[in-house]
């Protein structure tokens, strides 16, 4: 059984007074009769309505909403951002609008046209991969960016009402490359799955410790390309694709937690020894890192802080308080069983 | 900077006519006067607001709005359950408003007042642990479901518009359980985390099997109790307390990836070798699977079929058709390295 939706037309009907007098009751306003603004009250009761969303409805308040982006909520780490900004947004009286664009430039441009459209009071952008390396690509952050604030989480870009909370993640990637340096591995790969924002960072991060050390990363680094960033069998192939053309390894650097563990299904394939012939560094230090044995060596780059930042940092933007533009907060690499 | 909300009363007073003017041209009413409509029209314009969002503000159509609850949108299965109803959602004009409500019965009879203010067209409760075993706990689904349709992700409850979509979670685990039985193994440790509704269908199967094979579960349960869903080691701990205690056991089956994955870092811990001295079989057939060595067997619940389903049910019955109350479909075991 279909309900029909209450609506102004129905109150001002019951009550017998005009739309305008139930929008001057909503409001508080001091011009109506209390004969008639208990008539108003009294149709509302009646019809069963809330009178908050309603007054939400007519623009009297802010929405109390925040749109959230993520290109999949189902990806862990993006999942458990969403997690903690969805119980940090509701804590502060905020609800959130999910969207899950994907990671096509056209689907977010259509999401955050949407969630414009929704009203909602700002918009936080989950995962760096919405800040893309050509900045004429980014057009679709500062167009919303002109209406709300917009947060960016694990990313950065430098533009008016856009505010960004990010890891460290160069010195993250550099730190750790230069760890495994000190041990005397020298042979690296450096895997990874996107050129994202935070991607291009730790790349980066890997290079220059390298460079540092006089090493070359010549054929060093190894991007997974294919659709799925869940397909772990598909990454350890391509593994063993290159090791098995000659290109071998005595460390893996990976961009993410789910590209290690790939590398330690490879190992176990190969029947190479984890870590005595091959250490493995992950990322996000996700609830991947305790599913395998040895327990995965992975940067933490404290995603609950960051989302906790975002929160307040938006809350005070809201408020129209001065913020920071950026806020980074240095990662640490957690040790355990697959590194030396 | 923040912008100022515009409201009915900004158009009304930029137009120079009435609110109900206003309504009456959102509502595409033929009751006024072409110049007043361009007047109206022209103020919109210039306000730059929209015209889509506000007149469902009135009311005037629905929010087009789903309300998603979830115990915890970051647990790998739950996540996935999300993505793909808001992915289905969309496809159908539908935004989704996302709420976490952790495990608690309060904070979850909370949330669903939200939805109700909120004027959601309909709700989803994601996963099992929304029905409780005492039958006055479920009042909240029914109040929900007095003012809009809730559906049911993985749960079965028998009340006026309530619809579930399961999987035949009784069926799969007997199934799972006879196939053990008839390689012979007879002490099978059935691991579980939730007595939830789903939880207790796959308990039953479970205990089922082993009856109609003359077989006693007399120890043969094992429930993980700790708040951390995701607490790997501690599960790994557990069994391996219960082991050296000299509960000994040839198989694991588990009500979901993550119990099964403890008990492949128990094994490892004990020296066990998989599948030969211990068979593990998992649940959800998730991306865990995939990332150990060897693979895991898991039962598939054809969780994307279940939101195709839920979703087309939802929009059956938002169109005010007769939709079946409850859709069941079975489950399959997917036969990776962890068995025989």
Redesign the interface.
Known sequence: ???H?????DISKQAGV???TV?RVLNGSDNVSEATRQKVLKAMEESGY?P???A?????N??K?IG?MAA???D?YL??G???L??LL?GEGY??????TGYSLKNRIASME?L????VDGIILVGSNFVYEDDADNKYILDAAA??PVMLLNAALDAP?VYSITSDDYTSMYNAANMLISEGITDILYFFNSRSYSGRRKEAGFRDAMKAAGLSTGDGTLQFYRGNR????AMADLLEHVWDQGHHFEAVLASDD?LA?SA??FA??KGIKVPEELSVIGYNNS??T????P?LSSIDNRQETLCQHLTATLMGV?G?NEMPKQTVFAGELIRRGTTR
């Open positions: 059984m279909k309900e939706a209450v609506t102004i037309y005009s739309i305008a929008s809330t908050n969303a309603f939400r409805g007519l623009g009297l802010t929405m909403t959230i999949d909520s189902s862990p999942a458990k969403i997690y903690f969805e119980q509701r609800d959130c609008l999910l969207c899950c949407l414009i459209t929704k009203k209406q709300v009402n869940e397909d772990v069998p789910t563990i330690l299904k176990v394939r609830m991947l305790a599913c395998v044995t327990e809201l129209g």
